[in-house]
């Protein structure tokens, strides 16, 4: 498989103001046609370590793709250095200069002198017009590898890319195509994820398998080669289809949706409506199914009811009830989740209280401690949670329970 290398020139990346998104957006790119990403650098405007991280590119990759630097200014180095580290000349290229030229007449401005330099061409390379912006990139076939030369700012970087950049290294990596697949697992660990399957994955080596754990739940990154992207879709689905015998429901998405997707989806497509009663996530439950287009169709209202006042005064939870067993108890969730259903008249009723801390934790009742509730016509049932983490992780990680719940529900 042909691999690559992408260099994202500038100091500003180093900084903790700006990321370096272009090389994500190019390792998806280059993947879909059969070229893997093995490394990616950032380099600052620094002369010596830019012409060593391109000269070691160069030892160990088939592509080098360099992002940013192509500026008119000083601390623009990518031209100048790229060429140092492969030996060859900077020339003045009239034609580019012409239409730098061009470009600023038509944006209403003479061109600023120091503009000359986007018109220094390596010797050899070929010039990718851009269309967006001042700044051309470069291709260029130097020892038996492609070295590519492209603009920082994306509106420019990816049309070029796609447009001139792309279905060569497609021809080159011999019609190869990629694809990924991402399915997501809820309520088992990464362990447990791994006994299950490992019996199935290991014996593929296209596909390939990667377990990930994100905050709140599991990824399983698949990725297959095919001759057609239709022949690796294929063998992505026997291997998914292999993994849903052995996870079951645990698996909430087949191509990377997110979990209020999925709940969204089978509320919409059983006509079902939802209201929710939130403590201790504050309506990030509500939040989360209404980033969701077209949510409106099925959540009808949310409460968040932080005191134990507002559980009385605006779902009808007995203040006697909280006084004897706690604002953070089952019977309290239950009781929200039954008030909020019937106050919005909605299908389910779906509840939350916890402790999400730092503070505010006991000895009986310790910070992450959760209650989470689901009621409808003909059931209502709670689930006790110890979450770990900061708050932050206990609110997401309720707020992901929450809706995971419902979601066993509805199928």
Request: with cysteine; proline share 4%; glycine share 10%.
């Amino acid at each position: 498989m042909l691999t690559a290398e992408i260099i994202a020139v500038g100091s500003e990346l180093l900084t903790p103001f700006r990321t370096d998104t272009n090389s994500l957006w190019l390792t998806e790119r280059l993947n879909t046609v059969g070229v893997e990403v093995k490394l990616k650098t950032i380099v600052g405007d620094d002369d010596a370590r830019l012409e060593e991280t391109v000269r070691d590119a160069l030892k160990r990759s088939g592509i080098v793709v360099l992002t940013g630097g192509l500026g008119p200014t000083e601390d623009d180095i990518t031209r100048k250095i790229t060429a140092r580290a492969l030996g060859r000349r900077l020339l003045l290229d009239e034609k580019v200069l012409d239409d730098i030229k061009a470009k600023f007449l038509r944006w209403g401005r003479k061109m600023p002198e120091i503009n000359a330099r986007q018109a220094m061409v390596m010797e050899g390379a070929e010039v990718l017009n851009n269309p967006n912006g001042s700044a051309p990139g470069m291709y260029l076939e130097h020892e038996g590898r492609v070295v590519v030369l492209l603009p920082g700012p994306p509106r420019e970087m990816k049309p070029m890319f796609d447009n001139l950049v792309l279905p060569r290294l497609a021809e080159r990596a011999g019609g190869v195509r990629v694809v990924r697949r991402v399915l997501r697992v809820a309520g088992l660990g990464e362990s447990a994820v791994d006994e299950r399957i490992a019996p199935v994955y290991t014996q593929y080596k296209n596909p390939q398998t990667t377990i990930l754990f994100n905050n709140t739940e599991i990824e399983l990154h698949l990725t297959a080669q095919g001759k057609t992207e239709a022949e690796a879709e294929l063998l992505l689905d026997g291997l998914a289809g292999q993994i849903e015998e052995r996870l079951g429901d645990s698996i909430f998405a087949f191509r990377g949706e997110k979990m209020e997707e999925v709940v969204g989806l089978r509320l919409a497509v059983g006509g079902f409506t939802l209201a929710t009663a939130e403590s201790c996530t504050g309506g990030l439950i509500a939040h989360r199914l209404t980033e969701v287009p077209g949510s409106s169709t099925y959540f009808m209202e949310g409460f968040v009811t932080y005191s134990n006042e507002a559980k009385t005064r605006l779902l009808g939870v007995p203040a006697e009830l909280i006084e004897r067993h706690g604002a953070v108890s089952a019977e309290v969730a239950e009781a929200m989740a039954v008030g909020v259903k019937q106050r919005a008249g909605t299908d389910f009723g779906l509840s939350v209280t916890g402790i999400a801390g730092p503070g505010g934790g006991t000895e009986e009742k310790p910070v992450g401690l959760v209650y989470v509730a689901l009621a409808d016509d003909a059931h209502i049932e709670h689930k006790r949670l110890m979450l770990p983490g900061d708050r932050y992780l206990i609110r997401w990680r309720s707020s992901q329970f929450a809706l995971d719940l419902l979601r066993r529900r509805l199928i």
